[in-house]
Nanobody
Framework: QVQLVESGGGLVQPGESLRLSCAAS????????MRWYLQAPGKERELVAG???????NYADSVKGRFTISGDNAKNTVYLQMNSLQPEDTALYYC???????????????WGQGTQVTVSS
């Protein structure tokens, strides 16, 4: 029904930056909000940042001032600009979207496959 495709992960050194992208496609009427989560090995998935369709944002305390979430409604795409990356940011980063489906107008949650971010010297 809806596919989320993440990109932009990789291996960087401490202090460097990455920009993640997540593009949604499929039977989309509208997207109410999009979020980024991370999951480190052996730990539960946790929210990093979120953005609503009207531009309201929220962040985990651990990334405030370093990460910025933004969206392009016309492209159904969300971005996560990550600056001053640290080893503790190493994780698999997942994109999430709460979507109103075309035709049925049902609201459903969708996840991407994840993109790996590794911060190491």
């Amino acid at each position: 029904q809806v596919q989320l495709v993440e990109s932009g992960g990789g291996l960087v050194q401490p202090g460097e930056s990455l920009r993640l992208s997540c593009a949604a496609s499929g039977k989309i009427s509208e997207i109410n909000d999009m979020r980024w989560y991370l999951q480190a090995p052996g730990k539960e998935r946790e929210l990093v940042a979120g953005i609503t369709s009207d531009g309201r944002t929220n962040y985990a305390d651990s990334v405030k001032g370093r990460f910025t979430i933004s969206g392009d409604n016309a492209k159904n795409t969300v971005y996560l600009q990550m600056n001053s990356l640290q080893p503790e940011d190493t994780a698999l980063y997942y994109c999430y979207a709460r979507v109103v489906l075309r035709i049925s107008y049902y609201e459903r949650d969708f996840w991407g496959q994840g993109t790996q971010v590794t911060v190491s010297s």
